[in-house]
């Protein structure tokens, strides 16, 4: 399960870094790229692009001890033929999309609040909801067997 976990930490950092330069680069490569280095707009924009640029690069660089910390220590002589359960994926998907929540509302959490001082609530709940997916894994694996068996007089 761990070098499974270790390729799809790997593509979540590949999409957070491209799928941001792609959104971003034809608007810096535009004829008004001027604006975007103004005073006003310069934190938002290190906030809303840097940080999940950012975030790519140390997921894909960390991607190992990720996984080594979500699945525990095991050696990488382990069998190949290992079975995976239900909640290892429930657990791998949860801190997935935890961590992909993260970086993606974390920059827009910290523009806004440098740029107008002000706190984007819908964004900070995302950052909370997002945190407790990552750090919160095996509860939610505990939830999903209880629902998987939910009937089933186990």
């Known amino acids: 399960m761990k070098p ?26 535009g004829p008004n790229v001027g604006e975007f280095w103004s005073a006003e707009l310069l934190p938002m924009l290190l906030a809303t692009v840097g940080v999940p640029l950012v975030g790519g690069v140390l997921l894909w660089c960390f991607a190992g001890r990720l996984a080594e910390r979500l699945h525990g220590a095991g050696g990488v002589d382990e ?62 694996a505990a939830l999903y067997r209880r629902v998987k068996f939910l009937g089933a007089g186990r």
């Not at 790997?10 to 330069?21: A, D, H, I, P």
């Open 79 to 140: 069998k190949a033929d290992v079975r995976v359960g239900d909640d290892d994926l429930v657990r791998a998907g949860t801190f997935l999309i935890g961590t992909y929540l993260v970086v993606r509302h974390i920059g827009m959490l910290v523009g806004v609040y440098s740029s107008s001082g002000a706190v984007a609530y819908d964004a900070l709940v995302v950052v909370v909801a997002g945190l407790c997916m990552m750090l919160g894994g095996g509860s939610l």
């Open 4 to 29: 499974f976990s270790i390729l799809m930490i790997r593509l979540l950092g590949l999409y957070l870094f491209l799928k941001t330069l792609f959104s971003v680069l034809p608007a810096l490569l």
